[in-house]
């Protein structure tokens, strides 16, 4: 059984999603020069992470990896809002390459 186009549709639906009202609602919270700051640390982090944990299944380290990079920057965001920020760079990031992995 082929998952490859539900693992793709569910990427599709959470970046609508962030798009949608995560990032809005940020915006009303920070202001432009602190969102594209937070927005760049985070694509840093993430970007660090699928270089360092490469292979299928390792999402939770990698997740885990970003979260201590950026409180080691003192990264103060709500852990819902921040969730929402990784899920976007991770996708933004897959969308780049063209590929959708499964398990990262």
């Not at 793709?8 to 940020?26: D, K, N």
């Not at 390792?58 to 003192?74: F, I, M, S």
């Amino acid at each position: 059984m082929n998952i490859t186009p539900i693992i793709e549709a569910a990427f599709a639906l959470i970046a609508a999603i962030i798009t949608a009202v995560v990032v809005p609602y940020i915006r009303s919270k920070t202001t432009d020069t602190q969102q594209a700051e937070l927005m760049a640390l985070v694509r840093i982090a993430v970007t660090a992470a699928e270089q360092l944990y490469i292979g299928t299944g390792k999402g939770a380290e990698k997740k885990a990896y970003v979260l201590a990079w950026l409180a080691e920057r003192g990264i103060t965001v709500d852990a819902e809002k921040l969730d929402a920020m990784i899920e976007s760079a991770v996708y933004g990031l897959k969308s780049i390459d063209g590929t959708i992995k499964k398990g990262a």
